[in-house]
């Protein structure tokens, strides 16, 4: 499986950003895609996922009411819009895809990832 990213840059906060992934390679019957975030000198962590084939979309604390997951079935590409941004949004986001039904939000159960791209807001 390859994960593109894409879509990241500097915005000033406030300010909104949607990031893409697509994905090619083989499928899964059953998978979660989602984003993780990395900020300087911090470990990765859980932003959103979404149940592929379900729709069901979970969300960290920290992002929810702002940044909404959603797909494109046909280009098998995942969006994260992100509204009102914030200086502690700055990271480099991560795609990537899980194919176990334990522990979505936990970065280990993921065993695909795409090459990350920047988001940084500016206060």
């Known amino acids: 499986v390859q994960l593109q990213a894409y879509g990241g840059g500097l915005v000033q906060t406030g300010d909104s950003l949607t990031l893409s992934c697509a994905a090619s390679g083989r499928t899964f019957s059953s998978f979660h895609m989602g984003w993780f975030r990395q900020a300087p000198g911090k470990e990765r962590e859980f932003v959103a996922t979404?149940?592929?084939?379900?729709?069901?979309?979970y969300y960290a604390d920290s992002v929810k009411g702002r940044f909404t997951i959603s797909k494109n079935n046909n280009k098998n590409t995942l969006y994260l819009q992100m509204n009102s941004l914030k200086p502690e949004d700055t990271a480099v986001y991560y795609c990537?895809?899980?194919?176990?039904?334990?522990?979505?939000?936990?970065?280990?159960?993921?065993?695909?990832w795409g090459q990350g791209t920047l988001v940084t807001v500016s206060s």
């Open positions: 979404m149940n592929w084939n379900e729709g069901i979309t």
């Open positions: 990537a895809i899980s194919t176990r039904s334990y522990d979505r939000m936990k970065a280990y159960t993921y065993d695909y």
